[in-house]
């Protein structure tokens, strides 16, 4: 009996394991280039230096250069879960890959973190990495209401998200997230293919939604 109950536990163990295999994968480590597709996480300035740009005196807030959305970062993604830091050229970006980061990034130090965070794990170089963040975000259009609204809005995560699908021709509302902060609009997050060609379906993503039912979206400076 006791026999028998120990193999059971044994079966339950191992069982549970390959359950919990992808979610488990989340945090740190992960094999470069191994991964089901990318987050293309834009971010909305105005909230970002509201509540901690304008505090640590990031030149992102300054008068005339806080815009509307600006890159937060490229992530790989498992379809459950997510590799960061992988370990991938353990050096530091080179100034020449820096240079493929400028006008995509708001600040180099940004781009620096979301290399060794993401970028690692995306199987490219730094500067390949770079240019792949850089094409994404071409591939969004950022709604003509959002571009540079100059007073504050109040919106529903639903409506900002069916303004991006508007814009976007191919984008649905299961590839794609609208998130919140403080009751203020945080992050708008694009699902897209491993290999950048088109957006996809994350329904974990999708899942992070802001559940307010409204929320501010204030104007940049």
């Known amino acids: 009996m006791k026999t028998r109950l120990a193999s059971l536990l044994a079966l339950a163990t191992v069982a549970g394991a390959f359950a919990a295999g992808p979610a488990a994968a989340q945090g740190r480590g992960g094999e470069p280039g191994s991964f089901d597709f990318y987050v293309l996480a834009l971010s909305w300035s105005p909230t970002y230096c509201a509540l901690t ?25 498992y379809d459950r879960g997510f590799p960061s830091e992988c370990g991938a050229f353990p050096r530091s970006p080179s100034r020449p890959a820096m240079q493929e980061a400028e006008g995509v990034f708001p600040s180099e130090g940004l ?15 730094p500067a390949a990495y770079f240019r792949a963040t850089g094409k994404a975000r071409a591939a969004v259009t950022i709604p003509a209401a959002l571009a540079s609204p100059k007073d504050d809005l109040r919106a529903a995560p639903i409506d900002i998200a069916r303004q991006f699908v508007a814009a976007n021709p191919g984008l649905r509302p299961d590839m794609m997230s609208v998130t919140c902060r403080a009751g203020r609009l945080e992050e708008v997050r694009i699902c897209f293919t491993k290999d950048l060609r088109g957006f996809t379906a994350c329904p974990e993503v999708a899942r992070q939604n802001c559940r307010a039912g409204e929320m501010i979206v204030g104007a940049g400076r």
């Open 111 to 125: 781009a620096r973190h979301e290399w060794r965070q993401h970028g690692t794990c995306s199987g490219l170089d």
């Open 53 to 77: 740009g304008e505090r640590r005196n990031d030149r992102q807030c300054e008068t005339g250069r806080n815009p509307g959305f600006v890159v937060h970062g490229l992530w790989p993604q």
